[in-house]
């Protein structure tokens, strides 16, 4: 199903091409460079296209290569700054360096407008009358050819001076258009005379009104690669069939550098929506509570469910770079994510749906002691931390049964279970109320057993535990997989993919009094439950709020196995 494998080398052919030009002196260094659209928020897929740039540039910087971060804003109705910081501040969090090389397609306008007048200088580019709809019958199907539009061979100062008109303002949208003249019979339809200006009375999140004519994402990307000295453009395959388009532009007009288009497959995890305009529907429909909510696929939403970029770049390494679409099992980038939390994170107990455990053998209400816990078992240097225990605590509900099957090993009535890092203790007595649910176990401890099995015995589950008295009160929003079936852009309506219960909130959590002055951007594992983080966004000191990262178990490492 997927391209994977688990190797950790980065070459695939877009490298090699690179190497070869670097080592035959075709090229002296490499410049690529990321051309993300401002009109939304950045997704899971753009980190593919990031790290490939990006990494590309790093893996070659001793020879000078750069990446280039270049806003290709040519379409003033659906772009924003709002999307210009938020791209910035997610290719850094990436761990990605544009330097000072950002650039705005924008600031192209008035070469690209000269580019426009040469083309149409030299009998290869006119202004076409014809409406939207007549253009695109005329442009015939892949199966006929297209025709001539009647306008095509009007005369070069003719389109000259309608050009300049468009430019100030003359006419409304949509009533001309620029065309390069290319040939209308041609196979590949991009060839049949592309528009390459059109007429938009909008204002520009740049450029403010200085333009109502703007050049197609065609005729302004290559050219910008041009002027920023690419060496090699790299984009997704659906541009392959513009690739001729993009040469015939290098190749006719009097640009400064020749750069190369090479293009690979995009990223399509499973269980994941991957376009912007579907993610935009997801936000204004308000499925979800803003682009960066965790339930997201964008790279704000990872960030604040807590998935560590390192994770994700991981990943994106795993999946590789090639020519073949296929789907990859998101399952591989859940296991990147828990490979590299349970490096780092801070394990703590926090008991989600709490019971309270008295001890009634306990030596007295101001008796304490301290345990010993382990904050990493992965990383000695991270220490360890002191939790108090008196004769009262929390325990998770689902880890007591009162009628438990076989092989349930955890806390039942008569039988013992071990409060980890401590003492075991036997369940004597269960209280519920008037309706019948449990609200509190009675229980007895024994004191020989701190830490250790005595002999014979055998206890054989340990589960987490909370003090009661210094127990911190948190909420706790578990993040599920936002979609029900493997490919939810294939449906006939992604909404019925949706999955309910993609985020659960639970309000009365207990959490271990260490977690009191969790920090922003720390990983933690609640140990047995899953990785966790503080929500950046809804979280106060006086009212913690945690995001589940992940649970803990990991299909992939199962699938993997087989
Ligand atoms: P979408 O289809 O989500 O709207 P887009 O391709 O229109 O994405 P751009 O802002 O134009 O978004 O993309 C910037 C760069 O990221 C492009 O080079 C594009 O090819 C690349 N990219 C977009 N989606 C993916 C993906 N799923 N996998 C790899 N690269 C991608
Ligand atoms: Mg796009």
Known sequence: MSESSNTNQSSDFIREIIREDLETGKHITSVTRFPPEPNGYLHLGHAKSICLNFGIAEENSAKGARCHLRFDDTNPTKEETEYVESIKEDIRWLGFDWGDHLYFASDNFEQLYEWALFLINEGKAYVDDLSADQIRVYRGTLTEPGKDSPFRDRSINESLELFEKMRIGDFKDGEKVLRAKIDMTHPNINLRDPVIYRILHAEHHRTGNDWCVYPSYDFAHGQCDAIEAITHSICTLEFEQHRPLYEWFIDNLPVPHQPRQIEFSKLQPTFTLMSKRRLIQMVEEGHVDGWDDPRMSTLSGMRRRGYPPEALRTFCKMVGVTKFSGITDIAMMEHSIREQLNREALRRMVVLDPIKVTITNWPGNDHQEIMKAVNNPEDDSLGTREIPLSGTVYIERDD??????????????????????????????????SEGSIIELKCTYDPLTLGKNPEGRKVRAAIHWVPFKEAVSAEIRLYERSFTVEEPGAEDDWRTALNPEALTVLENSKLEPHLADASEGTSYQFERKGYFCIDSKNSTQESLIFNRTIALRDSWAKINKK
């Open 400 to 433: 007591f049964m009162v009628d438990p099957p076989k092989k349930y090993y955890r806390l039942s009535p008569g039988s013992e279970v071990r409060l980890r890092y401590s003492y075991c203790i036997l369940c004597d007595e269960v209280i519920k109320d």
